[in-house]
């Protein structure tokens, strides 16, 4: 065996074993857009599941770091076997940016990008809980 042909084999290997370990698509049970019933006072459960969105500095380039994290006002999504925030989705005006896959346990509802925000006016972000749905928060960029 050439040693081109072991590698693809090794490549081929590690790709299987990466699918293997991914969660069951069964435990994924609602896919609905959830709303926050009132703004101005969320519940809980409503601050548990929206995406809390940051603009950090610029690098050289312009890119500004852009990161969300699952849970407001300090109250954090959990991730556990059965329940778990399985991916994150930034929009910058309305344009896919970013887009994150989780896996329960392991990783918790976070996301990091470098975002060209100079022209842009809205980030969004959507976190897809496997049990409750799908919440989107949005902030102005200034
Ligand atoms: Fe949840």
């Known amino acids: 065996m050439k040693r081109r042909d072991a590698l693809k084999i090794g490549a081929l290997a590690a790709l299987a074993t990466t ?10 049970v609602n896919k609905q857009a959830m709303s926050i019933k009132d703004p101005a006072n969320p519940t809980e459960a ?6 809390e969105i940051t603009i950090g500095t610029a690098d050289k ?16 999504h959990p991730s556990v076997e059965n329940h778990w925030i399985y991916e994150i989705t930034l929009f910058a005006d309305g344009h896919k940016a970013a887009t994150v896959s989780l896996e329960p346990k392991t990783s918790r509802g976070y996301l ?7 022209s ?3 980030l ?16 102005a960029v200034v």
């Open 124 to 139: 969004s972000a959507v976190a897809r809980c496997n049990l409750h749905g799908d919440y989107t928060s949005s902030i």
């Open 61 to 76: 380039n312009g890119f500004a770091l852009v990161e969300v994290n699952i849970g407001q006002k300090g109250v954090l």
């Open 46 to 51: 409503e601050l548990k599941h929206s995406p």
């Open 19 to 28: 699918v293997a370990s991914a969660y069951d698509e069964k435990l994924i």
């Open 120 to 122: 842009v006016k809205t």
């Open 112 to 118: 990091a990008a470098r975002i060209d925000t100079k």
